[in-house]
């Protein structure tokens, strides 16, 4: 007999940057610190990435373009989330959930210096002289007792579970104005927080399919309520099903409030199909699938150096040590929202706020104030509640989290603590605009960018072709900062007195800013995009690189669907043509910016 032959196996692991938890911001931070050189670990507690955008959840990706509302134009986030979301639209057209869960395992798990453990759950953090040693844990699905040794660590648990398990302060709850001085907070401090959701989704069988209410489901079709509302989308869930942050703590109690939403999810199923005004429109749809993870909107808030105000947001602050932006309005749910909203109870206290701009998060509020190793990322970044009800939308979470991710890894290779980096935050903003993303009033100003000291002409101009060096890859406002050609066939070229040795040449193309690109459940956004990646992205071109007028090499690139896009070679040259040969759709060749290196 084969007794005790397969014993538990630890290990321990040595990383540069070690990130926890796998959501957008998570993904986000670890593949930007990957990118940067460093050894890095992404460790999940779930069998897939992406935390509220997963297939467990299925929450869209919003952020500051407010789903494309007017005089929201050009605001949309770029970097890692956007590449992630094109790709998505490309190989994703019909918004399958394990298609989207598909693609974020592959641009984690084969990302260069990156190494992937999901089913990992992190139970111990070893702190020591104010510094992270090592979190340890259990990989669920293979029984291995993991512990992770490393440099630089950060919190993209969303609920700040690793920032608590070191010791670091955080905020819970509502502040009082009294505290922050924030026009819109609550006179005393209290624990309330926005409660948590689960989504749902509903499909067509082409024939009619009844529904019986389960017994455990709440039976609503005698509340007055139930007949006032309106029940269109019943496709695909409503926000407003949110219960917790009351009686409920949403984190210790959050199996206790994701089956009270089950029960009123399948009581509001029983509503749609047999007693609302939508009854006969619904008669032939059936529940394909309704969420056993609920998707939280706020727990802990680790406190940084600077904790981020509401004054801030209102403001459209640009910090000196910005690292990222934001932009969805302050959007505080009511507590234990369902109930709020069905009974129409009054919005009287912390209120939604909705304004123009956008605003700015600084370096200081992306790391621990108390651990001078722990970086954060997601929603338990250093704000205040109400600064959070608009942090905490998860594409203005991922941009945030890029951020800390190139800033971990450049602390690694400086030998410097977060605190420390501070001194290195006009490198790190040059690093963080080098990777795609876009910081307010900063611009390219890289020594080593050859092409800002190129002489550059085009064949032809709608807009300008010194735009492409201006150092602001996006339009902002009136300026559409880039090169727009009078069609397409056209070529834009980058000119220097004498020979440059070029190793990488870097393309920045419009994708169109002010449209939706996220996957999403809900038809409603559905309606809101064009399939495909925005018609404006050039498809396909060529780079020819010229010594005294002779060419010396050449690239093309067929069916490209990216923003950004980056192309190597060894070449020393003292012209680079690049010539557009087709858009996918829009009549005029479009870049924004080119770089090379």
């Not at 749809?285 to 993870?293: C, K, Q, S, T």
């Amino acid at each position: 007999m084969n007794k005790n032959a397969l014993k538990p196996i630890s290990q321990t692991l040595n990383f540069d940057v070690v990130v926890i938890g796998g959501g957008m911001a998570g993904i986000c931070a670890a593949i930007a610190s990957a990118r940067q050189g460093a050894k890095t670990a992404l460790v999940q507690d779930r069998p897939v990435l992406g935390g509220n955008a997963s297939s467990e959840i299925r929450m869209h990706i919003t952020g500051a373009t407010r789903h494309g509302k007017a005089g929201r134009d050009n605001l949309r986030e770029t970097g890692i989330i956007e590449e992630i979301l094109l790709e998505n639209k490309h190989r994703n057209p019909a918004h399958s959930y394990g298609m989207f869960d598909a693609l974020l395992w592959e641009k984690c798990n084969y990302q260069e210096n990156l190494s992937l453990y999901l089913n990992t759950y992190i139970n111990e953090v070893k702190t020591e002289n104010a510094k992270i040693v090592s979190v340890s844990g259990t990989q669920m699905s293979t029984e291995k007792q993991l512990t992770f040794i490393s440099k630089m660590f950060i919190d993209c648990t969303g609920d700040g579970s690793i920032s608590e398990k070191s010791g670091a302060e955080y905020l819970y709850g509502r502040e009082s104005s009294a505290d922050f001085d924030e026009p819109g907070a609550i006179d005393r401090t209290d624990t309330v927080t926005q409660g948590n959701t689960i989504q749902f989704r509903s499909l067509d069988a082409g024939r009619e399919v009844p529904f019986e209410r389960p017994s455990w489901a709440y039976d609503f079709s005698g509340e007055e309520w139930v007949y006032k509302k309106s029940w269109d989308w019943f496709d695909s869930g409503f926000w407003w099903v949110e219960l917790g942050g009351t009686k409920l703590n949403t984190l210790t109690d959050s199996e206790e409030i994701k089956e009270e939403l089950l029960k009123v999810v399948y009581g509001l199923w029983d509503i749609i199909k047999n007693h609302s005004d939508q009854a006969e429109n619904a008669k032939n749809f059936y529940l394909d699938w309704v969420g056993f993870v609920s998707a939280k909107r706020e727990t802990r808030r680790v406190i940084g150096d600077y904790v981020l105000k509401e004054q801030d947001i209102l403001s459209n602050k640009v910090f000196e040590d910005a690292i990222s932006y934001g932009g969805w309005h302050i959007d505080s749910h009511r507590p234990e929202c369902f109930y709020a909203h069905v009974n129409d109870t009054p919005h009287t206290e912390d209120k939604t706020v909705m304004f123009e701009g956008i605003y700015t998060v600084p370096y200081r509020s992306i790391y621990s104030k108390d651990i001078e190793n722990l970086y954060l990322g997601g929603r338990c970044i250093s704000a205040t509640h109400r600064a959070f009800c608009s942090t905490r939308v998860m594409a203005t979470c991922a941009v945030a989290g890029e951020a800390a991710g190139i800033a971990a890894a450049l602390a690694v290779k400086k030998g410097k603590t977060a605190r420390q980096l501070s001194e290195d935050i006009n490198e790190l903003q040059q690093l963080i605009l080098r990777s795609g993303c876009y910081i307010p009033e900063f611009k390219n100003e890289d020594k080593a960018d050859k092409a800002r000291i190129a002489h550059i002409t085009a064949t032809s101009e709608k807009s300008e072709a010194i735009n492409v060096i201006n150092g602001i890859s996006r339009p902002v406002g009136k300026n559409s900062n880039m090169w727009e050609a009078c069609g397409t066939g056209e070529s834009l070229s980058l000119k220097w007195d004498k020979p440059q040795k070029i190793s990488q040449v870097e393309l920045t193309f419009d994708s169109n800013l002010s449209v939706e690109i996220m996957i999403s459940l809900s038809k409603w956004c559905h309606g809101h995009q064009t399939d495909g990646v925005p018609d404006t992205i050039v498809k396909d071109y060529k780079i020819e690189y010229f010594l005294n007028g002779k060419v010396v090499d050449t690239k093309s690139v067929k069916d490209n669907h990216q923003r950004v896009n980056v192309l190597k070679t060894q070449t020393v040259c003292d012209e680079i043509k690049v010539t557009v040969e087709q858009t996918h759709g829009c009549e005029n060749a479009r870049i924004i910016e080119i770089r090379a290196y």
